[in-house]
Nanobody, 122 residues
Framework: QVQLVESGGGLVQAGDSLRLSCAAS????????MGWFRQAPGKEREFVTS????????SYADFVKGRFTISRDNANNTVYLRMNSLKPEDTAVYYC???????????????WGQGTQVTVSS
């Protein structure tokens, strides 16, 4: 069992930066690939980025490439999402999730956090 708690969301202006954190409890954090997903009002949840258990592999959605960076600290059971050059269309609830395998597919992720709201004003 893995429990995930996100933090770091908030209200920012276009062009600003934020760093989201996701703290994990439970065993063997490094055995899990971690992903960030987001869901805007009226839209389906979508993949943002993922990182393998060791951090060696990363994948990004095209709409965040060059702006967002995922990283993890296995010693502290935490995964991060650094978001730069934020746009109003980045407004959403951001979720972190854990999967046994490295994946970009929502259905591959077993454990989910409660989400943190990110709002970007124009």
């Amino acid at each position: 069992q893995v429990q995930l708690v996100e933090s770091g969301g908030g209200l920012v202006q276009a062009g600003d930066s934020l760093r989201l954190s996701c703290a994990a409890s439970g065993r063997a954090f490094s055995n899990y690939a971690m992903g960030w997903f987001r869901q805007a009002p009226g839209k389906e949840r979508e993949f943002v980025t993922s990182i393998s258990g060791t951090g060696s592999f990363k994948s990004y959605a095209d709409f965040v490439k060059g702006r967002f960076t995922i990283s993890r600290d296995n010693a502290n059971n935490t995964v991060y999402l650094r978001m730069n050059s934020l746009k109003p269309e980045d407004t959403a609830v951001y979720y972190c999730a854990a999967s046994r395998g490295f994946s970009t597919a929502t259905q591959s992720y077993t454990y989910w956090g409660q989400g943190t709201q990110v709002t970007v004003s124009s």
